[in-house]
């Protein structure tokens, strides 16, 4: 099992950003991620706009699992609209 550090931006309503927060942690979990850490970096303004909206609420997790998992979640993660991006990077 390897260490990652997954990026999400969402919404930036607070809403929005609850609901998505809370898809994405269950989400995490049923599929056997275990999470180790969570970070709010807050609504910040966004370089360009994506999907029609110019500001967006940082959350980051420190998750633990193996490599292959991470792609079984992209397509869940890119249908859903309270996500705007979402980024996976190896610690």
């Known amino acids: 099992m390897r260490l990652y550090e997954a990026v999400f931006v969402f919404r930036a309503e607070e809403v929005r950003f609850a609901e998505g927060k809370t898809f994405t942690k269950a989400e995490l979990e049923k599929a056997g991620f275990a999470i180790k850490n969570e970070t709010d970096l807050g609504e910040r303004e966004l370089a360009y706009s994506v999907k029609k909206e ?3 609420h940082y959350y980051v997790y420190d998750v633990e699992c ?3 998992k991470i792609s079984s979640l992209d397509q869940t993660f890119r249908l859903k609209p309270e996500i705007l ?3 996976f990077t190896r610690k």
Do not use: M, V, Y
Request: charge should be positive; aromatic fraction near 12%; avoid cysteine.
């Open 54 to 56: 110019s500001k967006g």
């Open 85 to 87: 991006k979402f980024l």
């Open 66 to 68: 193996p490599a292959e």
